[in-house]
């Protein structure tokens, strides 16, 4: 596609349910990342994909973040047991190769009630 | 971990003025972004610029890595260029962006 695109824009889910977050990377990037944004701060790192595999996860908070990139292209952010803590707006990037130019989705905004 | 300071945190400008805002990093790094987040929440990009300097039409960028720093140069100010404009910095340990606290700007009318 023409950009990096996600899904859903807006996400409400009861605590202690399960979500999935949907990133669509710009086509033919390599590498892709997952932030989080919370209110009045900068984006945050979670996780780092080169090609299918995580190259670098220490951003992940706890066990109860996971993502996945299974042939190298979609990628989805799941949590298990959502906290209130965790609303934010979730972020995806994309670029050509790592250190190359990033380019960020529009954001999937995840609010726990 | 690499550390990134912008300044000033938050600026408000009359429409028509210029204004320098500044990235400092604690770090050698082997990427340099900025961009700006509009009200809508997202990230644009303005510059790719790890050294040397740039112009987009009424912006401008220089970073000078030898001393870890970067400046963004609005001219001519409009309010549509009010938002919140980030830099980024992907140091040589990882292939993460690390985001400073952001400039907010509020241009008025």
């Known amino acids: 596609g023409a950009g990096v695109s996600q899904t859903p824009s807006n996400k409400v889910t009861e605590k202690g349910k399960y979500v999935e977050l949907r990133c669509d990377p710009i086509s033919g990037h390599t590498a892709l990342y997952w932030y989080r944004q919370s209110l009045g701060q900068g984006p945050e790192f979670l996780i780092y994909f080169q090609g299918t595999g995580a190259a670098d996860d220490s951003g992940l908070p706890n066990d109860r973040f996971f993502a996945v990139r299974p042939e190298g292209s979609v990628s989805t952010l799941k949590i298990q047991r959502t906290e209130r803590g965790d609303s934010a707006v979730y972020l995806c990037a994309s670029s050509l190769t790592p250190t190359t130019e990033a380019f960020f989705g529009q954001g999937t905004r995840l609010t726990v009630v | 971990g690499i550390q990134v300071e912008q300044s000033p945190p938050d600026l408000i400008l009359q429409e028509g003025a210029n204004s320098t805002l500044r990235c400092n990093f604690s770090?050698?790094?082997?990427?340099l972004q900025w961009f700006h987040q509009n009200p809508w929440g997202q990230l644009i990009n303005l510059f790719y610029i790890p050294s040397g300097t740039k112009q987009n039409g009424r912006l401008s960028a220089t970073t000078v890595a030898t001393e870890r720093y970067s400046l963004l140069y609005i001219s001519s100010s409009q309010t549509t260029d009010s938002g919140v404009y980030f830099c980024a910095v992907e140091d040589n340990a990882g292939n993460m962006l690390t985001f400073g606290g952001g400039t907010r700007l509020m241009v008025k009318p």
């Open positions: 770090d050698s790094v082997n990427n």
